[in-house]
């Protein structure tokens, strides 16, 4: 074994992970999708399932719809029609807590280490039935698992720092989605920015896992090797947002083989798959013919035939349902994943935490403080103990009026350009309902507190004496006025910025 081999030992994650024989098996079926934006069609009838203890692999040339597809079981794309199904029940936004999704484009806060990074991850996304103990070992396990040790202290990095490689990253997403423990573990392109003995070590672990813990993993892939190929249960061939083939990877080169397209056993089957996927204008028309004869006659009505599979209608609209029924319309796992993983109070502390390491960068720089100061000169000696008469009204309502507004620019500028780049993140993170919305912006404006009072404040107060601006109670006045106007700010900015949607 090598030592690429050794580090990526996911069947380690034993420890973490309930034993196969604990686990309920399950069956993800996705039947008719459609997905339309305003100009095309990106995915036209796509049907498929995926089940527990085995590999679904989707494949296809660039564009044709993988990443399209992965949202939309993922609930991040709205989907024009048809179903997505989990052992027969619509999969709503309750049983998407128990889906793991690694996305193409990893986002993270560039500011947070790695170890930062997946500390947050499994205080607000595991449940408080583990202890902190429990928690942090899982994270141990995992980054050795995933041979991310050597890292563990550096930054995520972005296009400003340098921190984490391509395919660290990428590594510390899985490890980010593995900590949870998903039933369901949705991959797109895990194998890319690594090199092939690690691609392949990835894969076998993650196979591993599916088959050990009973897992249900649907992955992206462009060329995987001959032995990778092989490690899949199930293919799903899409070309140009249509299916190209459904069915049992094994049984995928013998169905173009009896199309009339001849296959080289000398060559990587999924070498051959992509080189008719991407064919001329007949191949691909061919294989688009084929494929839908294929999916009416048997995999589509597979899929339906299946002990799991149930049509929307006759889902009879499980939320109405409920709503008649009462809070007891869940089974008892279903009502498990209807809370949020941690408590109210937990969330608050670990977004608090986070959102404290990210804006710390830019609290009290050297530059913002002096700026402050050399400001508050100007206004100062301007000002300098102006008259108190009626003439000077104008000029103290003047003087009030800018610094309020200078402080208000300078939160809504800091507040855009740091919030903007959390988008992705917060996105991410509430579509798995990792945390209430509510409680994220309140963290937002309790863990950047020292960056909203200190400076605003001391503005204030060297400007409000320096120009004599009247007594103490004015003072406090004043300030309070200007700490509530930073506040408000910084809060409907967060709210503009984060909003979902
Ligand atoms: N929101 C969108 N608006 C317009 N076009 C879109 C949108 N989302 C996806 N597309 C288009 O849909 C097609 C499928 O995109 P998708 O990202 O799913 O492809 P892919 O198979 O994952 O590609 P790759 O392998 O290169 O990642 C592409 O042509 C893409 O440009």
Same mark, same amino acid.
């Given at each position: 074994?090598?030592?690429?081999?050794?580090?990526?030992?996911?069947?380690?994650?034993?420890?973490?992970?309930?034993?196969?024989?604990?686990?309920?098996? /399950?069956?993800?079926?996705? /039947?008719?999708?459609?997905?339309?934006?305003?100009?095309?069609?990106?995915?036209?009838?796509?049907?498929?399932?995926?089940?527990?203890?085995?590999?679904?692999?989707?494949?296809?040339? /660039?564009?044709?719809?993988?990443?399209?597809?992965?949202?939309?079981?993922? #609930?991040?794309?709205?989907?024009?029609?048809?179903?997505?199904?989990?052992?027969?029940? @619509?999969?709503?936004?309750?049983?998407?807590?128990?889906?793991?999704?690694?996305? %193409?484009?990893?986002?993270?806060?560039?500011? $947070?280490?790695?170890?930062?990074?997946?500390?947050?991850?499994?205080? &607000?996304?595991?449940?408080?039935?583990? /202890?902190? %103990?429990?928690?942090?070992?899982?994270?141990?396990?995992?980054?050795?698992?995933?041979?991310?040790?050597?890292?563990?202290?550096?930054? &995520?990095?972005?296009?400003?720092?340098?921190?984490?490689?391509?395919?660290?990253?990428?590594?510390?997403?899985?490890?980010?989605?593995?900590?949870?423990?998903?039933?369901?573990?949705?991959?797109?392109?895990?194998? !890319?920015?690594?090199?092939?003995?690690?691609?392949?070590?990835?894969?076998?672990?993650?196979?591993?896992?599916?088959?050990?813990?009973?897992?249900?993993?649907?992955?992206?892939?462009? %060329?995987?090797?001959?032995?990778?190929?092989?490690?899949?249960?199930?293919?799903?061939? $899409?070309?140009?947002?249509?299916?190209?083939?459904? #069915?049992?990877?094994?049984?995928?080169?013998?169905?173009?083989?009896?199309?009339?397209? +001849?296959?080289?056993?000398?060559?990587?089957?999924?070498?051959?798959?992509?080189? =008719?996927?991407?064919?001329?204008?007949?191949?691909?028309?061919?294989?688009?013919?084929?494929?839908?004869?294929?999916?009416?006659?048997?995999?589509?009505?597979?899929?339906?035939?299946?002990?799991?599979?149930?049509?929307?209608?006759?889902?009879?609209?499980?939320?109405?349902?409920?709503?008649? =029924?009462?809070?007891?319309?869940? *089974?008892?796992?279903?009502?498990?994943?209807?809370?949020? +993983?941690?408590?109210?109070?937990?969330? @608050?502390?670990?977004?608090?935490?986070?959102?404290?390491?990210?804006?710390?960068?830019?609290?009290?720089?050297?530059?913002?403080? &002096?700026?402050?100061?050399?400001?508050?000169?100007?206004?100062?000696?301007?000002?300098?103990?102006?008259?108190?008469?009626?003439?000077?009204?104008?000029?103290?309502?003047?003087?009030?009026?800018?610094?309020?507004?200078?402080?208000?620019?300078?939160?809504?500028? !800091?507040?855009?350009?740091?919030? !903007?780049?959390?988008?992705?993140?917060?996105?991410?993170?509430?579509?798995?309902?990792?945390?209430?919305?509510?409680?994220?912006?309140?963290?937002?404006? *309790?863990?950047?507190?020292?960056?909203?009072?200190?400076?605003?404040?001391?503005?204030?107060?060297?400007?409000?004496?320096?120009?004599?601006?009247?007594?103490?109670?004015?003072?406090?006045?004043?300030?309070?006025?200007?700490?509530?106007?930073?506040?408000?700010?910084?809060?409907?900015?967060?709210?503009? &910025?984060?909003?979902?949607?």
């Amino acid at each position: 074994m090598t030592t690429t081999q050794q580090c990526l030992d996911l069947t380690t994650i034993q420890q973490c992970s309930e034993p196969k024989t604990n686990r309920q098996c /399950s069956e993800l079926v996705f /039947s008719d999708l459609c997905v339309k934006n305003k100009s095309k069609e990106i995915l036209k009838h796509v049907s498929g399932s995926a089940q527990s203890g085995k590999m679904l692999a989707v494949m296809g040339p /660039s564009g044709s719809g993988k990443t399209t597809l992965l949202h939309s079981l993922a #609930g991040k794309t709205n989907v024009l029609s048809g179903d997505i199904t989990l052992n027969g029940s @619509l999969f709503d936004k309750q049983q998407r807590r128990r889906l793991g999704y690694v996305m %193409q484009d990893d986002v993270f806060l560039s500011n $947070l280490t790695l170890w930062e990074t997946l500390y947050f991850s499994v205080m &607000i996304r595991v449940s408080d039935t583990l /202890s902190k %103990q429990e928690k942090l070992d899982r994270i141990q396990t995992i980054v050795a698992a995933l041979g991310l040790q050597h890292c563990l202290y550096t930054v &995520i990095g972005d296009i400003f720092q340098r921190g984490l490689s391509g395919g660290e990253r990428k590594r510390t997403h899985i490890a980010c989605e593995l900590l949870t423990d998903p039933d369901i573990f949705l991959v797109d392109e895990p194998t !890319s920015g690594l090199d092939s003995s690690t691609a392949h070590s990835l894969m076998v672990q993650l196979k591993n896992y599916a088959t050990e813990y009973n897992k249900t993993i649907v992955v992206t892939i462009h %060329q995987p090797s001959s032995k990778i190929f092989h490690m899949f249960s199930s293919l799903l061939l $899409l070309v140009e947002g249509q299916m190209a083939y459904f #069915g049992s990877a094994p049984a995928a080169i013998p169905y173009f083989t009896n199309l009339g397209f +001849p296959y080289n056993p000398r060559f990587n089957p999924a070498d051959y798959l992509s080189g =008719l996927l991407t064919a001329d204008e007949h191949t691909i028309n061919v294989v688009k013919t084929w494929s839908k004869e294929l999916s009416d006659a048997q995999h589509v009505s597979d899929v339906k035939r299946s002990p799991h599979y149930r049509h929307r209608d006759h889902c009879a609209n499980p939320r109405s349902k409920n709503e008649t =029924l009462g809070a007891f319309a869940f *089974t008892p796992e279903e009502r498990e994943t209807t809370r949020w +993983p941690t408590s109210n109070l937990n969330q @608050l502390k670990m977004l608090n935490w986070r959102s404290y390491k990210q804006a710390k960068g830019r609290m009290f720089q050297t530059y913002d403080v &002096i700026h402050g100061f050399f400001l508050a000169a100007i206004y100062g000696m301007v000002y300098f103990q102006i008259e108190n008469s009626e003439k000077t009204l104008r000029d103290k309502m003047g003087l009030v009026f800018a610094s309020f507004l200078h402080w208000g620019f300078q939160i809504a500028i !800091s507040t855009t350009l740091s919030h !903007s780049a959390e988008r992705g993140v917060v996105w991410k993170e509430r579509t798995v309902g990792a945390y209430r919305l509510s409680i994220f912006y309140l963290s937002k404006l *309790t863990s950047e507190l020292p960056l909203l009072l200190v400076i605003p404040t001391l503005f204030n107060t060297a400007v409000y004496w320096t120009a004599g601006l009247g007594g103490v109670v004015g003072y406090f006045v004043f300030c309070g006025i200007g700490i509530l106007n930073c506040l408000l700010i910084q809060e409907v900015f967060t709210i503009h &910025i984060l909003r979902p949607g």
